[in-house]
T-cell receptor, first 115, second 115 residues
Framework: GAGVSQSPSNKVTEKGKDVELRCDPI?????LYWYRQSLGQGLEFLIY????????KSGLPSDRFSAERTGGSVSTLTIQRTQQEDSAVYLCASSLGTSGGNEQFFGPGTRLTVL | AQTVTQSQPEMSVQEAETVTLSCTYDTSESNYYLFWYKQPPSRQMILVIR??????QNATENRFSVNFQKAAKSFSLKISDSQLGDTAMYFC????????????FGKGTLLTVNP
């Protein structure tokens, strides 16, 4: 497709289970970003990739969160031992590069609900 | 660290009228970018308008324009001839290389356009 896609659209899981969220960026975009949107915290940065490398992981809330990107394309955000406070919408964005002149294009997000 | 403040949680406007959304930010950097993003109920974040800090001229995109006051660190969005499709959450965001390539968002303003 022409835009950023994310799957699943919605995910309901039980506390303590692991979940994987997937992001397919726009073809040719070297930079990829993950953000979390929750009622209490607004939109917060989690991690970004330049190619397959993640230079800045400072936004990951805890060591239960990890992310990887393979082939300079698809990225997976994994949350282990999910907690109720992990419930949020997880947004992925991609851009041609990391320059501010490059627009970040967002996907529709994955709504995660932890019961 | 950069901060972005949107002081208006909710606003409403009549169709065809003009509305202004406020945003202030705090940074010690001189070179940065500012953005307004729109998020309709579909969750898809869409870039509305972008402003480079080194440009004195205010950005415009059709019915959308900004009032960028660098010294005051203010970046307001004006929507002219409001349309029902403008109903959405609007987020002000800041970006710089010094912010590790992440977008820092305000809490958002929910704009409702009434018929």
């Amino acid at each position: 497709g022409a835009g950023v896609s994310q799957s699943p659209s919605n995910k309901v899981t039980e506390k303590g289970k692991d979940v994987e969220l997937r992001c397919d960026p726009i073809s040719g975009h070297t930079a990829l970003y993950w953000y979390r949107q929750s009622l209490g915290q607004g939109l917060e940065f989690l991690i970004y990739f330049q190619g397959n490398s993640a230079p800045d992981k400072s936004g990951l809330p805890s060591d239960r969160f990890s992310a990887e990107r393979t082939g300079g394309s698809v990225s997976t955000l994994t949350i282990q031992r999910t907690q109720q406070e992990d419930s949020a919408v997880y947004l992925c964005a991609s851009s041609l590069g990391t320059s501010g002149g490059n627009e970040q294009f967002f996907g529709p997000g994955t709504r995660l609900t932890v019961l | 660290a950069q901060t972005v403040t949107q002081s208006q949680p909710e606003m409403s406007v009549q169709e065809a009228e003009t509305v202004t959304l406020s945003c202030t930010y705090d940074t010690s950097e001189s070179n940065y970018y500012l953005f307004w993003y729109k998020q309709p109920p579909s969750r898809q974040m869409i870039l509305v308008i972008r402003q480079e800090a080194y440009k004195q001229q205010n950005a415009t995109e059709n019915r959308f324009s900004v009032n960028f006051q660098k010294a005051a660190k203010s970046f307001s969005l004006k929507i002219s001839d409001s349309q029902l499709g403008d109903t959405a959450m609007y987020f002000c965001a800041f970006y710089s290389g010094g912010s590790n390539y992440k977008l820092t968002f305000g809490k958002g303003t929910l704009l409702t356009v009434n018929p």
